[in-house]
């Protein structure tokens, strides 16, 4: 989720469920649930260190922990005054970053929850990384009360309700009930991508990832024994679903080349992060080099801040060089 719906949404949060807290600890509720994505500085470092550090120590249930302490500092600098205590800080600063994890969590780009015990990334695959729709509800249900107070506050009337409360709940709910939506979706298109064969050959494995403006439009991607596709998938309509459509990619061969370079550092942290990822071997005037790229990423037409994992190799199969590249670097297919 991007950085503005997560703001907007811990907003709706303060508003919704502590409408009278002072603007000290509304201020920290909106900081507790944006300040995990300060790992997004890790863009300024290369594609290595985005890669380590990008949704996994501020996006883990430790990094959880030290967002809502840092958070409950803040609020009680700021309201310096008259200081809320830490455990009626607690609550509202945890809803907030466990939101954010939330989020993220129902997206495809995965996260390290369990970091640094374990570095698998868990993905619900039911939102895009920017969902419009969520970004347009938030606004509506922060603004739309604030034009009816504008009205209200002309005529006289007093607000029997906290101010902008309904509206943030009503936001809140709606977007509950969208991704309630999304994730229904999301298993229907995963059920049409299974029974049917491709070029040939029956689905091994098969993955289902959101468009960021279509509700009903699906990107799939199948792996066989030896290709992986990707194909269009239209979850309300079944009867459309032309597997015939899927463009498809042979693996590679098993080879020794293939072999040394999975064997890496960089390709195994890498083969553990993505979704669907497939190997690309060319043989060069110095040896060899081996390219890792995520299939959803192809599915989805995306090379934005998407990684690959690139190896050199000398004639004999020795690791010249191992690193993490941007996928929009990548010429080999």
């Known amino acids: 989720m991007d ?18 807290r ?30 380590t550090a990008r949704r996994t120590w501020t996006h883990s249930f430790l990094g959880l922990v030290a967002i809502v302490a840092g ?15 830490f455990s009626a800080l607690v609550i509202p600063l945890s809803a907030a970053a466990a939101l954010h994890m939330l989020f993220d969590l129902f997206q495809s780009d995965g996260v390290a929850v369990l970091w640094p015990f374990v570095s698998t990334r868990f993905a619900a695959n039911w939102l895009p990384s ?24 002309e005529i006289g009337a007093r607000d029997q309700a906290p101010r902008g409360r309904n509206g943030a709940l009503i936001a809140l709910s709606i977007i509950v009930v969208y991704i309630g939506g ?15 064969s491709y070029s040939g050959e029956s689905a091994r494995s098969v993955g289902a990832f959101p468009d960021a403006l279509s509700l009903l439009n699906w990107h799939g991607v199948v792996e066989t024994q030896s ?17 015939e459509m899927a463009e498809c990619l042979h693996k590679p ?9 999975q064997k890496t550092d960089v390709a195994r942290a890498y083969l553990r992060a993505v979704p669907f990822p497939r190997a690309a071997v060319a043989r060069n005037s110095d040896g060899y080099e081996v ?32 690193e993490f590249v941007w996928l929009s670097e990548v010429r080999l297919r």
């Open 3 to 20: 950085i503005a719906s997560h703001a907007l949404a811990s907003f709706a949060l303060a508003r919704g469920f502590f409408p009278r």
């Open 22 to 51: 002072r603007w000290p600890t509304v201020l920290a509720i909106v900081c507790a649930g944006t300040l995990a994505d300060v790992d997004l500085l890790s863009l300024l470092f290369g594609p290595s260190a985005y890669f």
């Open 71 to 85: 958070s409950a500092l803040l609020a009680r600098y700021l309201g310096k005054k008259q200081p809320e205590s």
């Open 130 to 153: 920017l969902d419009l729709w969520v970004l347009v509800i938030l606004i509506a249900g922060i603004c739309v009360p604030e034009l009816f107070h504008l009205i209200t506050s």
């Open 182 to 196: 999304r994730a229904l979706l999301h298993s229907n298109a995963v059920a049409l991508l299974d029974p049917h």
């Open 227 to 243: 290709l992986l596709c990707v194909v269009e998938v239209p979850a309300a309509s079944p009867r459309s679903f032309d597997p």
């Open 253 to 261: 061969e098993a080879s020794p080349e293939l072999d040394a370079a």
């Open 291 to 322: 390219v890792l790229r995520s299939m959803r990423d192809a599915a989805e037409r995306e090379t934005s801040r998407r990684l690959a994992a690139r190896i050199l190799l000398d004639p004999r199969f020795g690791i010249v060089s191992e």
